[in-house]
């Protein structure tokens, strides 16, 4: 191994560390830097005085996000969307991906079925004809305007319809034979199997309703039902009259915090129950990629 | 026999939720496509005089229009591109670090801007990038003027195009990754006794295996050209840059919602869905012959 | 077997769909004439009987930030709302309170899902007609509304047209504060301007002196404005140019005035301006409350501004920096000093109205004139601090669709205030705003108190913005718009478009990314990409005249 050992070979080792460790920073600092100001003082934060440690230490600004109520309200309202939402894919899912994991001759019109689930993948609606249909269903202002929607994702489904064809007929078989009914072998034989499958395909969801915004916008009158996410949308804009909203004396508030260490201090406690599941995603996503592209 | 029709029930019972929550959410829109083809008069609903062609002719007739299209192309395509030359470079670099440690730090800490939505993203921008924001303050240290990322026209795609890479290179490193790793070691063992050094490997050895890889995401990717983003372009961007970062998405919303052109908005978003149905089609074909890639 | 199963399925929902969608068509009639009480001469007291049953109405509401609430109350159940009820046995039903009311409602048109009573703009007006989605209201107006509402419609009845269509009501307009509130001014933050000792502008370029000296002594930029340019076209004027207003050439046909020669000179200014440091570098990305927070924080002295500067930011401002911060209005001046043609706009900006469906389209006029008899009659009749819960701390604003303008009313109220403040004498007051303007002038005066600064700066200071406007109108110091009711449907349906694009063209100008002939290819593609329709489509429905 002297080529290991060689001049060139140490210099390249030193540039590729520096260079790695520099562009995971990049990726990092942002989220140090958000983490900062929004525990600095307002003035120090105008003044361009933050980078990555706190100056004039103050809570000021989470004082402000939890005692609003909008906050909690619209983060109560996503933890309800990601709990509910989550359960409701992983039950259509695992109902859709079983019969279509058999081939054709066992679910006669199976392909028809795959066939009419692929085509919402490759074509929607659009923004209006969606919209009136979920006014039409009236589920206009209702949490289930943001789950019923989306109810099947036909790509997780499809991960789902994978693993299980790339289990054992065997196991099936045995169960068939002792006379169990499809629904049976589903719920006792296959479900503990599918474990690792699910757990992807259900972090796939939750990390969805998580992140959604645009539907809560739309189907969503009244500010006050808004998910996190929406909520946090509209701040981009609007922080400022929140701030005048919540009826503490302006002066007061702006001596202790603006704009930038509220709006900052709001997306970093949105941003950490991602944060805290991160370990669970990047393991499982990584599988899930494998699982998705394994063959049909 | 009984059994087994009794057994095909059973499938067909489970296919019913998914079934029934598709039509409605997804095929029922299908249907009142017919408004791009309509003069929409809300008060009619469906039986709206028809229009034939002409809101298509009208929007096509838009100068406004046939620029989003270009802006729309124009950052899809860097978006694209640099979404797989940008992690190839780092997992290849990233493959070279032999610590095991020091690679999943790296690799973890690259792929968590990915996970957060891009309202938290767009937060995070907004600050960073403003004018007595982060970025700016660092630029001052070395001299170099403040420079406008989200307000100047000429700079506004690259910022997107560039914070789209930064937000997603971590996910195509993992890919990347993984492929390499099951690369055969004993292949660089035999090249090592033929003298070729780590460049001359990763030219006739790494990038060969890696190929099919890369060209399955590209063609992956073919499906997205007409989605330039809009999470992330409708959170950051202003009148100022309409020029240049106005989309295809982020048109039809304003068209449709903002100034109530419920027609001209759906056909639109029609033109786009087709499109994009013709090219995700394309790309499946292609992913098949290609790199033997099959999702069903 | 399954195909036809499938078939059903969809037969099923196609029926549902197809049945939705007529849903909204059958406009059934108003029912039989309520039961409501009767005046001591015992005839119907149309215009303020109480419904003998209880009525329920629905609306919809835009969120009025600055309005303070007792602890409880909010937009949907305040004293308006419970005054309703005990007064008139209405009860309002709010569906909804939003940020973004113009969005939300065109989505609540799309899908034909509408409340009762509500808020449109002249833009959903027309559409709403077309669509014969709401009521036609000539006669319920006529037999509902009270001499006072009828009597404000008498006084604008340019307004009032609007509202109609082929001589029907379908809107009744709120109607605003008369032509005083319209001129626009150039606000300079007093104690800087005293400190440095200079003279009060008398001219555009002692305006961008006086920028230029702020920005020497106190840094920053020297004037505020933001990315719709709305604040930097208010100056325009200077320039004999009238941005976003549609206007008589010599010829006597409508142009718009941003497209015109004149707009070039002023661009070509501002253009230098902007090279000097003196419009804020930032204005691109800046919103209205971005602009009026770098403001508050006391980092620019000049703004171009309409009339209720110290409303917002002016309160803020005095918060913040004090008493003598606080920022006198001037008169917009041309360049040989003499005084700049302000523009005058048609200023009714919405429109009540009453959805095909309702039942009770006569519980909204009924409601109206309850507004219109509180803020013009209180005084008098109601307790004082009965009249100051409907209307203090800008819960007069949180009303919605239920609220009517006296188009006199700021005109009237003026003179009166600012002879009582001269003379002490306030015997001539009729009105609560009367009082309010005249109290909170003398509080501000007495004890700076920041949330009196909007009526001070108004009307009490000894440079007040209305002293001004009174001047600008008394001497017919304007033109009017020649757009003088609602836009047709060109330029509703384009008419957003058409703005970006000089918008976006102008910013480049100023910002100096092309230079000044840019103008006539920006002039090009507006009247390319639907200026040229939308002017045709104005003269042929306003030119007559």
């Given at each position: 191994?002297?080529?290991?050992?060689?001049?060139?070979?140490?210099?390249?080792?030193?540039?590729?560390?520096?260079?790695?460790?520099?562009?995971?920073?990049?990726?990092?600092?942002?989220?140090?830097?958000?983490?900062?100001?929004?525990?600095?003082?307002?003035?120090?934060?105008?003044?361009?005085?933050?980078?990555?440690?706190?100056?004039?230490?103050?809570?000021?600004?989470?004082?402000?996000?939890?005692?609003?109520?909008?906050?909690?309200?619209?983060?109560?309202?996503?933890?309800?969307?990601?709990?509910?939402?989550?359960?409701?894919?992983?039950?259509?899912?695992?109902?859709?991906?079983?019969?279509?994991?058999?081939?054709?001759?066992?679910?006669?019109?199976?392909?028809?079925?795959?066939?009419?689930?692929?085509?919402?993948?490759?074509?929607?609606?659009?923004?209006?004809?969606?919209?009136?249909?979920?006014?039409?269903?009236?589920?206009?202002?209702?949490?289930?305007?943001?789950?019923?929607?989306?109810?099947?994702?036909?790509?997780?489904?499809?991960?789902?319809?994978?693993?299980?064809?790339?289990?054992?007929?065997?196991?099936?078989?045995?169960?068939?034979?002792?006379?169990?009914?499809?629904?049976?072998?589903?719920?006792?034989?296959?479900?503990?199997?599918?474990?690792?499958?699910?757990?992807?395909?259900?972090?796939?969801?939750?990390?969805?309703?998580?992140?959604?915004?645009?539907?809560?916008?739309?189907?969503?009158?009244?500010?006050?039902?808004?998910?996190?996410?929406?909520?946090?949308?509209?701040?981009?804009?609007?922080?400022?009259?929140?701030?005048?909203?919540?009826?503490?004396?302006?002066?007061?508030?702006?001596?202790?915090?603006?704009?930038?260490?509220?709006?900052?201090?709001?997306?970093?406690?949105?941003?950490?129950?991602?944060?805290?599941?991160?370990?669970?995603?990047?393991?499982?996503?990584?599988?899930?990629?494998?699982?998705?592209?394994?063959?049909? | 026999?009984?059994?087994?029709?009794?057994?095909?029930?059973?499938?067909?019972?489970?296919?019913?939720?998914?079934?029934?929550?598709?039509?409605?959410?997804?095929?029922?829109?299908?249907?009142?496509?017919?408004?791009?083809?309509?003069?929409?008069?809300?008060?009619?609903?469906?039986?709206?005089?028809?229009?034939?062609?002409?809101?298509?002719?009208?929007?096509?007739?838009?100068?406004?229009?046939?620029?989003?299209?270009?802006?729309?192309?124009?950052?899809?395509?860097?978006?694209?591109?640099?979404?797989?030359?940008?992690?190839?470079?780092?997992?290849?670099?990233?493959?070279?670090?032999?610590?095991?440690?020091?690679?999943?730090?790296?690799?973890?800490?690259?792929?968590?801007?990915?996970?957060?939505?891009?309202?938290?993203?767009?937060?995070?921008?907004?600050?960073?990038?403003?004018?007595?924001?982060?970025?700016?303050?660092?630029?001052?240290?070395?001299?170099?003027?403040?420079?406008?990322?989200?307000?100047?026209?000429?700079?506004?795609?690259?910022?997107?195009?560039?914070?789209?890479?930064?937000?997603?290179?971590?996910?195509?490193?993992?890919?990347?990754?993984?492929?390499?790793?099951?690369?055969?070691?004993?292949?660089?063992?035999?090249?090592?006794?033929?003298?070729?050094?780590?460049?001359?490997?990763?030219?006739?050895?790494?990038?060969?295996?890696?190929?099919?890889?890369?060209?399955?995401?590209?063609?992956?990717?073919?499906?997205?050209?007409?989605?330039?983003?809009?999470?992330?372009?409708?959170?950051?961007?202003?009148?100022?840059?309409?020029?240049?970062?106005?989309?295809?998405?982020?048109?039809?919303?304003?068209?449709?919602?903002?100034?109530?052109?419920?027609?001209?908005?759906?056909?639109?978003?029609?033109?786009?869905?087709?499109?994009?149905?013709?090219?995700?089609?394309?790309?499946?074909?292609?992913?098949?012959?290609?790199?033997?890639?099959?999702?069903? | 077997?399954?195909?036809?199963?499938?078939?059903?399925?969809?037969?099923?929902?196609?029926?549902?769909?197809?049945?939705?969608?007529?849903?909204?068509?059958?406009?059934?009639?108003?029912?039989?004439?309520?039961?409501?009480?009767?005046?001591?001469?015992?005839?119907?007291?149309?215009?303020?009987?109480?419904?003998?049953?209880?009525?329920?109405?629905?609306?919809?509401?835009?969120?009025?930030?600055?309005?303070?609430?007792?602890?409880?109350?909010?937009?949907?159940?305040?004293?308006?709302?419970?005054?309703?009820?005990?007064?008139?046995?209405?009860?309002?039903?709010?569906?909804?309170?939003?940020?973004?009311?113009?969005?939300?409602?065109?989505?609540?048109?799309?899908?034909?899902?509408?409340?009762?009573?509500?808020?449109?703009?002249?833009?959903?007006?027309?559409?709403?007609?077309?669509?014969?989605?709401?009521?036609?209201?000539?006669?319920?107006?006529?037999?509902?509304?009270?001499?006072?509402?009828?009597?404000?419609?008498?006084?604008?009845?340019?307004?009032?047209?609007?509202?109609?269509?082929?001589?029907?009501?379908?809107?009744?307009?709120?109607?605003?504060?008369?032509?005083?509130?319209?001129?626009?001014?150039?606000?300079?933050?007093?104690?800087?301007?005293?400190?440095?000792?200079?003279?009060?502008?008398?001219?555009?370029?002692?305006?961008?002196?006086?920028?230029?000296?702020?920005?020497?002594?106190?840094?920053?930029?020297?004037?505020?404005?933001?990315?719709?340019?709305?604040?930097?076209?208010?100056?325009?004027?200077?320039?004999?140019?009238?941005?976003?207003?549609?206007?008589?050439?010599?010829?006597?046909?409508?142009?718009?005035?941003?497209?015109?020669?004149?707009?070039?000179?002023?661009?070509?200014?501002?253009?230098?301006?902007?090279?000097?440091?003196?419009?804020?570098?930032?204005?691109?990305?800046?919103?209205?409350?971005?602009?009026?927070?770098?403001?508050?924080?006391?980092?620019?002295?000049?703004?171009?501004?309409?009339?209720?500067?110290?409303?917002?930011?002016?309160?803020?401002?005095?918060?913040?920096?004090?008493?003598?911060?606080?920022?006198?209005?001037?008169?917009?001046?041309?360049?040989?000093?003499?005084?700049?043609?302000?523009?005058?706009?048609?200023?009714?900006?919405?429109?009540?109205?009453?959805?095909?469906?309702?039942?009770?389209?006569?519980?909204?006029?009924?409601?109206?004139?309850?507004?219109?008899?509180?803020?013009?009659?209180?005084?008098?009749?109601?307790?004082?601090?009965?009249?100051?819960?409907?209307?203090?701390?800008?819960?007069?604003?949180?009303?919605?669709?239920?609220?009517?303008?006296?188009?006199?009313?700021?005109?009237?109220?003026?003179?009166?205030?600012?002879?009582?403040?001269?003379?002490?004498?306030?015997?001539?007051?009729?009105?609560?705003?009367?009082?309010?303007?005249?109290?909170?002038?003398?509080?501000?005066?007495?004890?700076?108190?920041?949330?009196?600064?909007?009526?001070?700066?108004?009307?009490?200071?000894?440079?007040?913005?209305?002293?001004?406007?009174?001047?600008?109108?008394?001497?017919?110091?304007?033109?009017?718009?020649?757009?003088?009711?609602?836009?047709?449907?060109?330029?509703?349906?384009?008419?957003?478009?058409l703005d970006d694009i000089l918008t976006e063209g102008f910013t480049k100008i100023i910002m100096g990314a092309e230079n000044i002939d840019y103008f006539d290819t920006i002039v090009a593609n507006w009247r390319s990409a639907g200026g040229d329709a939308a002017t045709q489509a104005v003269n042929?429905?306003?030119?007559?005249?």
């Amino acid at each position: 191994m002297a080529y290991e050992n060689s001049t060139g070979r140490k210099l390249f080792h030193a540039f590729n560390y520096t260079f790695l460790l520099l562009t995971s920073l990049l990726c990092v600092l942002p989220f140090v830097n958000l983490l900062a100001v929004s525990f600095s003082g307002s003035a120090a934060v105008s003044a361009g005085d933050v980078a990555f440690w706190p100056v004039d230490f103050t809570t000021s600004a989470y004082e402000f996000a939890l005692e609003g109520g909008d906050f909690l309200q619209s983060l109560w309202i996503s933890v309800q969307r990601v709990a509910i939402g989550t359960i409701v894919n992983l039950v259509l899912m695992v109902l859709t991906a079983y019969p279509l994991s058999k081939t054709k001759d066992k679910v006669s019109g199976r392909n028809i079925y795959m066939l009419f689930f692929v085509i919402t993948m490759l074509f929607n609606g659009g923004l209006i004809p969606s919209y009136l249909i979920v006014v039409k269903t009236g589920l206009i202002d209702s949490i289930w305007s943001l789950i019923l929607p989306g109810a099947l994702p036909v790509f997780s489904m499809i991960i789902l319809m994978n693993f299980l064809r790339g289990l054992p007929e065997e196991i099936e078989e045995s169960a068939t034979i002792d006379g169990a009914g499809a629904m049976q072998i589903l719920v006792r034989i296959l479900l503990p199997l599918l474990k690792p499958a699910l757990a992807t395909v259900g972090l796939f969801s939750i990390v969805g309703h998580w992140n959604s915004w645009f539907d809560g916008i739309i189907y969503m009158n009244n500010t006050s039902n808004y998910p996190l996410q929406s909520y946090l949308q509209t701040l981009l804009l609007s922080f400022e009259q929140l701030m005048m909203k919540a009826g503490r004396d302006y002066t007061q508030l702006l001596a202790m915090m603006n704009v930038r260490t509220g709006r900052a201090a709001q997306l970093f406690l949105a941003a950490i129950p991602i944060m805290l599941i991160y370990p669970f995603l990047q393991k499982y996503f990584t599988s899930g990629l494998v699982l998705g592209s394994v063959k049909g | 026999m009984l059994a087994k029709l009794k057994r095909q029930k059973s499938y067909h019972l489970m296919l019913v939720p998914g079934v029934i929550l598709t039509f409605i959410f997804s095929y029922l829109p299908f249907y009142g496509l017919i408004i791009a083809f309509q003069d929409y008069n809300p008060g009619m609903g469906f039986q709206s005089p028809w229009a034939g062609m002409e809101n298509f002719q009208h929007v096509f007739n838009q100068p406004n229009f046939l620029r989003t299209i270009w802006n729309t192309l124009y950052m899809s395509f860097f978006k694209i591109a640099l979404g797989i030359v940008v992690p190839v470079f780092f997992a290849l670099l990233l493959n070279e670090v032999a610590r095991s440690l020091f690679k999943r730090t790296f690799q973890t800490l690259v792929y968590i801007p990915n996970f957060l939505s891009w309202v938290i993203m767009a937060g995070i921008l907004i600050d960073i990038l403003g004018s007595d924001g982060f970025v700016n303050t660092l630029l001052g240290v070395f001299g170099i003027e403040p420079v406008s990322f989200l307000g100047s026209p000429s700079i506004f795609p690259w910022t997107m195009i560039v914070t789209d890479v930064w937000k997603g290179f971590g996910f195509g490193t993992v890919v990347y990754l993984a492929a390499l790793t099951s690369i055969d070691p004993g292949l660089y063992e035999a090249a090592l006794i033929d003298g070729a050094n780590r460049w001359k490997q990763t030219i006739y050895i790494t990038l060969p295996l890696l190929a099919p890889t890369i060209v399955l995401m590209s063609v992956l990717s073919l499906g997205n050209v007409l989605n330039a983003g809009f999470d992330q372009i409708f959170n950051l961007y202003s009148p100022v840059v309409y020029e240049t970062g106005d989309i295809i998405d982020t048109y039809v919303y304003r068209l449709g919602i903002q100034q109530a052109q419920y027609s001209i908005a759906t056909a639109v978003g029609l033109f786009k869905s087709v499109v994009s149905c013709i090219m995700v089609a394309l790309s499946y074909v292609l992913a098949n012959k290609v790199a033997g890639y099959r999702i069903f | 077997m399954r195909k036809k199963w499938i078939a059903a399925v969809m037969a099923c929902c196609l029926v549902a769909l197809s049945a939705c969608s007529n849903g909204g068509n059958n406009g059934e009639a108003p029912a039989a004439e309520p039961k409501q009480a009767v005046k001591e001469n015992g005839e119907v007291d149309y215009a303020f009987g109480k419904y003998e049953e209880p009525v329920t109405i629905h609306t919809v509401r835009a969120e009025y930030a600055s309005a303070q609430f007792p602890a409880g109350d909010d937009m949907s159940n305040n004293v308006w709302t419970r005054a309703y009820k005990e007064r008139f046995n209405i009860e309002v039903v709010t569906d909804w309170v939003t940020d973004e009311y113009d969005t939300k409602l065109n989505l609540a048109i799309s899908s034909n899902e509408l409340p009762d009573v509500f808020h449109v703009n002249a833009t959903q007006l027309q559409q709403l007609i077309e669509a014969d989605m709401i009521m036609d209201l000539t006669d319920v107006f006529d037999k509902y509304a009270s001499d006072r509402v009828k009597g404000y419609m008498e006084a604008d009845s340019s307004s009032y047209e609007s509202g109609k269509r082929d001589g029907k009501l379908y809107g009744i307009p709120q109607l605003h504060w008369g032509f005083i509130d319209q001129p626009d001014f150039v606000w300079i933050r007093n104690d800087w301007k005293e400190e440095l000792g200079l003279p009060d502008p008398q001219s555009i370029d002692d305006v961008k002196n006086i920028a230029l000296k702020f920005m020497e002594a106190y840094g920053g930029y020297g004037m505020a404005v933001d990315q719709t340019l709305d604040y930097l076209n208010a100056l325009a004027i200077a320039w004999d140019a009238h941005p976003d207003m549609w206007l008589k050439d010599q010829d006597g046909k409508i142009v718009y005035g941003s497209v015109q020669p004149e707009m070039k000179d002023a661009l070509a200014a501002w253009a230098e301006w902007y090279k000097l440091g003196i419009i804020d570098p930032e204005f691109p990305v800046k919103d209205f409350s971005a602009m009026n927070s770098n403001v508050v924080a006391g980092e620019v002295g000049v703004q171009p501004y309409w009339q209720w500067w110290g409303y917002n930011p002016g309160v803020d401002v005095v918060t913040n920096l004090g008493k003598d911060a606080v920022f006198y209005p001037y008169k917009i001046k041309k360049a040989d000093g003499s005084d700049a043609t302000q523009s005058i706009f048609f200023a009714n900006g919405v429109y009540t109205v009453v959805s095909k469906k309702s039942k009770h389209p006569e519980a909204a006029i009924k409601l109206l004139n309850f507004y219109a008899y509180i803020l013009d009659e209180g005084v008098g009749s109601e307790t004082p601090e009965a009249l100051s819960a409907f209307i203090d701390k800008d819960i007069a604003h949180v009303t919605g669709a239920f609220k009517i303008i006296n188009p006199n009313t700021d005109y009237e109220q003026f003179s009166r205030v600012s002879e009582a403040l001269a003379s002490g004498d306030t015997s001539a007051f009729t009105t609560s705003g009367m009082w309010q303007k005249y109290n909170n002038s003398v509080e501000f005066k007495k004890n700076g108190t920041p949330a009196a600064t909007g009526d001070y700066l108004q009307q009490g200071s000894p440079k007040n913005a209305y002293g001004l406007s009174k001047e600008i109108i008394d001497n017919k110091q304007y033109i009017e718009t020649a757009l003088w009711g609602a836009p047709p449907e060109e330029l509703a349906d384009h008419g957003s478009t058409l703005d970006d694009i000089l918008t976006e063209g102008f910013t480049k100008i100023i910002m100096g990314a092309e230079n000044i002939d840019y103008f006539d290819t920006i002039v090009a593609n507006w009247r390319s990409a639907g200026g040229d329709a939308a002017t045709q489509a104005v003269n042929e429905m306003y030119g007559g005249n």
